[in-house]
C-alpha cells in the first residue's frame, strides 16, 4: 500500500504529465502569454490535490521562437517554467519544471509530512 507521501508524489507526476501534453503545441505569442498562464494554472488546479500552480511563460523567448509571418509560435517546456505544489493526506509536496541541459526536467523539490514535520527534500 502507498503511502501518503509516495501517493502525493504519484498525484504531482499525473498533474505535470496532464499539464506538458495538454498544452504543449498550444500557438502562444507574446500578447497571449498571460492569459495562457492563467488558462493552464486554473486547468490544473481543478485536479484533486492540487492547490496551487504557478506557469510563467518567458515573452522573450516566445518571441525569439516566431519565425513566420503569423505572429506566434507553439508552446514547449523551453518557454515555461511551472511550479506546484500538491496536497494528499498531512503531506505536501513541491514541484518545478526548468531547463537543464536544453531539456523542460519536471522534478520534486520538497516533500513535507505535515503529521511528523518530516521534510524530504
Known sequence: MATDARQACFE??????????QFAGTPVSPASTRSLETA???SIENQ????????????DAVAADIDHEN????????LMEVD???????????TRME?????????????VDGADGDDEE
Open 99 to 111: 531547463m537543464e541541459d536544453g531539456y523542460p526536467l519536471m522534478k520534486l523539490v520538497e516533500v
Open 48 to 59: 484533486p490535490y492540487c492547490e496551487d500552480v504557478a506557469v510563467a511563460i518567458d515573452d
Open 40 to 42: 493552464i494554472a486554473e
Open 84 to 94: 506546484m505544489r500538491v496536497e494528499y493526506g498531512g503531506v505536501t509536496v513541491r
Open 12 to 21: 504531482a507526476g499525473i498533474k505535470f504529465g496532464s499539464l506538458y501534453h
Open 71 to 78: 505572429g506566434y509560435t507553439e508552446l514547449s517546456g523551453h
